[in-house]
Each structure stands twice: as structure tokens, then as C-alpha cells.
T-cell receptor
């Protein structure tokens, strides 16, 4: 059973471009979290998704950021018109259901130049 | 609102010495607690979890933690650390109060010296 797969592992974007980060959950998992981690800091919650549904997006910036978890395919975190402050590691985790263990991917390190 | 506090940003310790990493949480309802470890440029790996039952929880790599409801704490311990335990450790909490989103503390860097 493959683990949580995130791609790409590293992503470089120029200011103003769009960044698309993908997260393929573990087989059978229907819940996904997205987190952002700045250097030397902890993980900041962004969004909690269930297939075709957003459960909690209280940590998402109001503009430029969106997330989806369609019925088929990976979860996508989309950042439009990136700025230097968006540079960070973005981690996703998948779960079988609420209150179960969250399995983390290796992260996508976004660098905005 | 739910929150997690890890007061120690860094804990230096000599190899084979015992260690305790502190974690305190705040929540108005029953919680589920976790400790994760992160090695450089890696994702997070679960060390142990408390969902219910015995308040002393044993995890991987010789780590254990004790849930103390009266002190709202979930401290992580290991009786004898190795160089390979050098990493960042995160405490996390989830509950019905937060729609089950997993909230992390700011992390504690464990630095094991020879």
C-alpha cells in the first residue's frame, strides 16, 4: 500500500504565476488535510477536505488560495498569482476518517523567485 | 478554540540521557492527542497517539507519553536517547470542538549530542 504521494517535491515559480500542488491519498482514504510550514516553524492548518466537500477552510487565505478533492483523482492545492511570501513547504495528510491517524506526504517545497 | 503549546523550542541532551518534551493543550471538550516526528526535509511520522483508555501510551522508537487530563498535558518521554533521535517533534490535538481538524504545536527540536 503506497503512502501519501505529493508532487512535485520541489516547485519553482516566478511572482505572478500559478502553483498547483497535488496530493494522492493512501488507498481507501477519503479525508485530506493541507498544511503550510515556514522555515523553522510549525505546521499551520490550511484546509480539511473530504471527497467533493470542504469540511473546514478556516486556515486558508481569503484570496488566491483554493483547494479541492474531487471524487476521482488527487487533491489539489492551487495558489494563484504567487508572491515571495508563499514560499514554504506544503504538506498534505490523508485519513481514513475523522479521529483516525493522519498519514503525511513528503511535502512540496515551493520557491517563488 | 483549541490550541497546543510546546514551551521548549529546543532541547539539547547528551546521548543515553533521558528526555522529556513538554506539551500542553487547551480544549473545552474531549481531545485526541498525537506526537509526530519530522526529520530534515521529510514529512511527519506518527510516534504515538492517545484516543482513549490507558493514559500511558507507548509508541515507536522507545518513546512514550502520558495523558494528564487535570493538567491538560501530554508530555513525551524517552529513558535513553540516541544520536538518531535528533529531529523536530510536534504535538498535535484534534476534537469535535474543532470539527476534527488536527492542530499542531510549534515544535521542539531535540538535539542529541555524543
Amino acid at each position: 500500500n503506497a503512502g501519501v504521494m505529493q508532487n512535485p517535491r520541489h516547485l519553482v515559480r516566478r511572482r505572478g504565476q500559478e502553483a498547483r500542488l497535488r496530493c494522492s491519498p493512501m488507498k481507501g482514504h477519503s479525508h485530506v488535510y493541507w498544511y503550510r510550514q515556514l522555515p523553522e516553524e510549525g505546521l499551520k492548518f490550511m484546509v480539511y477536505l473530504q471527497k467533493e466537500n470542504i469540511i473546514d477552510e478556516s486556515g486558508m487565505p481569503k484570496e488566491r488560495f483554493s483547494a479541492e478533492f474531487p471524487k476521482e483523482g488527487p487533491s489539489i492545492l492551487r495558489i494563484q498569482q504567487v508572491v515571495r511570501g508563499d514560499s514554504a513547504a506544503y504538506f498534505c495528510a490523508s485519513l481514513l476518517g475523522q479521529n483516525t491517524e493522519a498519514f503525511f506526504g513528503q511535502g512540496t517545497r515551493l520557491t517563488v523567485v | 478554540a483549541q490550541s497546543v503549546t510546546q514551551l521548549d523550542s529546543q532541547v539539547p541532551v547528551f546521548e543515553e540521557a533521558p528526555v522529556e518534551l513538554r506539551c500542553n493543550y487547551s480544549s473545552s471538550v474531549s481531545v485526541y492527542l498525537f506526537w509526530y516526528v519530522q526529520y530534515p526535509n521529510q514529512g511527519l511520522q506518527l510516534l504515538l497517539k492517545y484516543l482513549s483508555g490507558s493514559t500511558l501510551v507507548k509508541g515507536i522508537n522507545g518513546f512514550e507519553a502520558e495523558f494528564n487530563k487535570s493538567q491538560t498535558s501530554f508530555h513525551l518521554r524517552k529513558p535513553s536517547v540516541h544520536i538518531s533521535d535528533t529531529a523536530e517533534y510536534f504535538c498535535a490535538v484534534t476534537s469535535m470542538d474543532s470539527s476534527y481538524k488536527l492542530i499542531f504545536g510549534s515544535g521542539t527540536r531535540l538535539l542529541v549530542r555524543p
